[in-house]
């Protein structure tokens, strides 16, 4: 199945289709597709857009990305790297929900499912203690042919309805209902803020980039982003951040400030405490507690 910028094409078939990947890095650019994706990262680390969120993914997360919403994997700096010799493995199931399923879901028994397809419009991430249960039932699918693949694939979907607590990416309503020439303009943004975040960048030089005034420009990202783009610009800094952070590669939270792009720490720490609710030194102590260390 090859991906194009906000098109995938459907296996022919097969009611549901399989990809596993190994890559230098994951696919980077913005995209979309009528089937509900669901990845399961076996091996990578980077940022996740999804829509109009974004969040850190790493080794052993699990998503499904809702029908149509717009996203993209964006791997760390150094898997674009030759030297570090990194490189990604993932698995990942596509189904259409108004394709085969659809009549599926009319049985009561289906109940469950029908309420989970409906939540994954905003997509959401299998929390960590159902994570090993549902990558068993993945790596079962992979490795089933035919009709006993379907079967395991439905036993999948039931396992996931049954999961109480969901990290929901959003909990607003948002729809999407962006062109693809305007995806490949709002890709453009992405991609120039993902590789000089740490930079001085300015809403002129990113209106430029897409050829608009800097009012239209601002008010074209708010109206296909439900955010402002210093609030995106922001959020990327800040992810940057909490990586740096929870990884403990960092000497100070004035040198994370500055690496992460912002010119002083009191923004750093206002803007930290806006995105996270939380101080950075109660973010590193909260973590510290929960894995137990001093």
């Given amino acids: ?36 994706q669901i990845t399961w990262i076996s091996q990578g680390e980077g940022m996740l857009i999804a829509g109009n969120h974004m969040r850190h993914f790493a080794s052993g997360d699990v998503f499904v990305i809702g029908a149509n919403q717009p996203h993209l994997f964006k791997s760390d700096p150094a898997y674009f790297d030759s030297r570090a010799k990194k490189s990604i493995h993932s698995l990942n199931i596509f189904f259409n929900p108004e394709g085969f399923i659809a009549p599926l879901l009319l049985l009561p028994e289906m109940r469950g499912v029908k309420k989970l397809i409906a939540a994954t419009s905003h997509g959401m991430q299998v929390p960590e203690k159902n994570s090993k249960k549902i990558i068993s039932q993945l790596t079962k699918i992979k490795l089933l042919p035919g009709a006993k693949r379907l079967a395991a694939f439905i036993e999948l979907l039931q396992l996931l309805s049954e999961i109480k607590k969901w990290s929901h990416f959003s909990t607003e309503s948002f729809e999407y209902t962006i062109t693809d020439s305007e995806g490949l303009r709002i890709n453009d943004v992405y991609q120039y803020t993902m590789a000089n ?15 608009l005034t800097p009012p239209s420009f601002c008010r074209y990202f708010k109206k296909h982003t439900s955010k402002t783009y210093i609030h995106f610009l922001h959020e990327i800094r800040i992810n940057e951040a909490c990586k740096r952070f929870l990884e403990k590669n960092f000497n100070s939270i004035s040198a994370v400030a500055y690496q992460s792009g912002f010119n002083n720490v009191v923004s750093f720490n206002r803007v930290f405490k806006t995105i996270t609710k939380q101080s950075p030194g109660a973010f590193i102590k909260q973590y510290n507690q929960q894995t137990g260390v001093d």
């Fill in 197 to 211: 975040y740490t930079k001085n960048i300015t809403v002129s030089q990113v209106a430029a980039l897409v050829h």
């Fill in 1 to 36: 199945m090859k991906v194009i910028p906000f098109t995938i094409p459907v296996s022919a078939g097969n009611s549901i289709h399989v990809q596993e990947d190994r890559l230098p890095h994951f696919y980077e650019h913005l995209h979309r597709h009528h089937e509900i």
